[in-house]
């Protein structure tokens, strides 16, 4: 049994911020609350550091007899939500400055941000659901932050979803373990394919209803639209991006490592969700006019793209560094757009944005750039995730589906469009201020989304090989 503390550092570094910054920020004055966000930021700076580390050192290894594995879905994972934090980090920071729960507020971030690394590495169904808990409390909290209507709301609604489906997802981990006598991944791969089919199906139904509540994918997307619109931007652009990254890769873990050899149809049954989700999220987006909501049914369609890897899982190799290449383009990507959202808190709907490229150009461009990157435009990053997740899908023989994902992404671009064209239409209005952290990371969400489609050879060779041995 490995109990070496090392491998975790990621992790402890988050959960050890949140404790000392707990302690420190009950006794801040409150115009130093700022020093916990510094906090905050160098948690996640060590975590990238320690992660650079072990993918350099290329070792596989598990901890806590197994329940949690360090390999190159974890680091990659790792690498993607630490950077997305630092952002959503960024875009807060005049939010919530002079706040009275500044403190408190920095600290849920750090325990969600922890709960999703323990969704990338759980090898356990026990882990997968502490993990699942870890990350969906604090965000609950986070949701109703603002202590407004729109804000109870939100809160509400996401707990009351995540309730039901935790509980759902709790009992799809006890059908498994009455069908695999064991919760490991490993265990479970060498009893399950000669278990009862149905007690399998549905177990595996109700442990993957769990993680489509955490990703937002139909048929547990319902909380999505409101918890985006009720909540302050930058933990909507939270809760739209970083529990996708966990509940997607764990989610590919599980089945790969413990339905590769089960004759449960799971393909099947992803790929459909996938084709449902991605068609319902482009569709409910078309008419929006508000952009937080228009944002989260984007993010709902980015899910059926996303969906499309875990439905080759075992049926192509490209599926496995599809998604972590999609995972890291879509997060930059969304997150710029959201920080665009937060530099302008007073411009709610499509035509508070009107002629926004003659006062703020440099906003304006942002904006285009992330927009069209998520329609999946070269020389961005999400241009090359869906490439490689198209292709892989092809290769896993659901060519229909691939078929359907590029005429969704065709139509995507009409309600994108709706959003950029107003940007340059005259306007007598006077632009709205923008604060100075979220253009910032604005800027730099804008920079890593070109980066990883112009540099994307050297990405595809980071994640070459596969995903999980």
């Not at 290329?58 to 190159?72: H, I, L, N, P």
């Not at 356990?124 to 409390?137: K, N, P, Q």
């Amino acid at each position: 049994m490995n109990e070496n503390l090392a491998a975790l550092v990621p992790e402890l570094a988050l959960l050890g911020a949140a404790v000392v910054g707990l302690l420190a920020g009950s006794w801040l004055p409150r115009r130093r609350q700022w020093i916990v966000a510094a906090l905050a930021a160098a948690a996640c700076a060590t975590g990238l550091a320690a992660t650079a580390v072990t993918m350099a050192a290329d070792r596989e290894q598990t901890v806590f007899s197994a329940a949690f594995a360090v390999d190159t879905a974890t680091d990659v994972g790792r690498l993607v939500v630490l950077a997305a934090l630092l952002l959503i980090i960024g875009m807060s920071v005049e939010t919530v400055r002079n706040h009275p729960r500044e403190t408190e507020y920095w600290v849920l971030l750090l325990m969600t941000g922890a709960g999703t690394l323990a969704l990338v590495g759980a090898n356990d169904l026990l882990m997968l659901f502490a993990a699942y808990l870890l990350t969906g409390v604090p965000a609950y909290t986070l949701a109703g932050f603002a202590k407004d209507a729109p804000g109870t709301e939100a809160a509400l609604k996401y707990y009351l979803m995540g309730a039901l489906l935790g509980i759902t997802m709790l009992a799809g981990t006890a059908l498994l373990h009455a069908a695999g006598h064991a919760t490991h991944y490993g265990r479970l791969a060498a009893t399950l394919p000669s278990a009862p089919y149905g007690l399998v199906a549905v177990g595996l139904v109700g442990v993957l209803a769990g993680l489509l509540f955490k990703i937002g994918g139909v048929p547990a997307h319902f909380w999505v639209p409101d918890v985006t619109d009720g909540a302050p931007a930058p933990v909507a652009a939270y809760v739209t991006t970083l529990p996708k990254v966990g509940g997607l890769i764990a989610g590919y873990r599980l089945l790969h490592q413990t339905l590769a050899d089960s004759d449960v149809n799971r393909s099947l049954l992803l790929a459909v969700l996938a084709a449902v989700t991605m068609s319902l999220g482009n569709l409910a987006a078309f008419f929006q006019t508000s952009v937080k909501r228009l944002l989260a049914y984007s993010t709902i369609s980015q899910v059926g793209y996303l969906l499309m890897a875990l439905a080759v899982t075992t049926r192509s190799d490209a599926a496995q560094r599809s998604l972590l290449v999609y995972l890291a383009a879509y997060a930059v990507t969304n997150l710029g757009a959201f920080a665009v959202v937060t530099a302008l808190p007073r411009a709610r709907t499509l035509d508070d944005y009107r002629g926004l490229a003659r006062h703020r150009p440099d906003l304006t461009a942002v904006l285009v750039v992330c927009l069209l990157g998520l329609v999946g435009t070269p020389p961005t990053g999400v241009f090359l995730g869906k490439l490689e997740i198209f292709s892989a899908t092809i290769d896993g023989g659901y060519t229909w589906l691939a078929a359907l994902a590029v005429a969704n992404t065709v139509a995507s671009l009409f309600y994108y469009l709706r959003w950029i064209g107003p940007l340059f239409l005259p306007t007598g209005t006077s632009p709205t201020l923008s604060a100075r952290w979220p253009t910032a990371t604005a800027y730099c969400a804008a920079v890593l989304s070109l980066t990883l489609g112009i540099a994307g050879q050297a990405v595809l060779t980071v994640a070459e090989g596969p995903l999980l041995r």
